[in-house]
């Protein structure tokens, strides 16, 4: 087969499109990271219900939880513990007292954090927020997406997407993702090697 293009310039756009793709990756599932009450951290008399509002959560996303390690905590907690604010008899699910704590947000879900300092709670340190699942955007359709509202609806039973096995799009093919452009430069690659 007749070489189309030299070697190098092949190689070059071998590894300038799994950039590419790389790139698309990086910008769709990059987490954001939320200092829980911003510059007040989580202490009494702020109003968190107004503070998660501002923001849009997403799995991946990290919640920092900055506070006096003597006189705060923070448990995740059931819905019921989050309302009663009564954590003595269970509906713990975490619990977090180093005074800096970064937690994960690794569900797509309503979680509830409470501080579990007698009277805390009830004075104000709940918290819950509601994590969208991550949406891929393919490139192309990216440009700036704005943060928008309403998370897409996914089919859960897995019946949706039919490219579901391999290199699909698929909300939570990530790491298939990243494989596959993998796989295409490889392809590329040795497309160019041994032609
Ligand atoms: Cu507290």
Redesign the pocket.
Known sequence: MPALIEFPSCLLLALSFFFFLLNAFIVTTAAEIFTVGDENG???QVNYGAWTDKHNFTVGDILEFK?TRT???VYEVTKEVYQSCNASSGGVLAKYQTGNDQIELKEAKKHWFI???DG??L?G?RLAVDVAERQPTAAGTGSSGGGAGEPVPVSGGGGGNSGDSSCGWSNRSYAFGRCCSLFVYLVLVSACIWK
């Open positions: 989580w202490t009494m506070y006189e705060h905590n501080c579990e300092i805390h709670c004075g340190m």
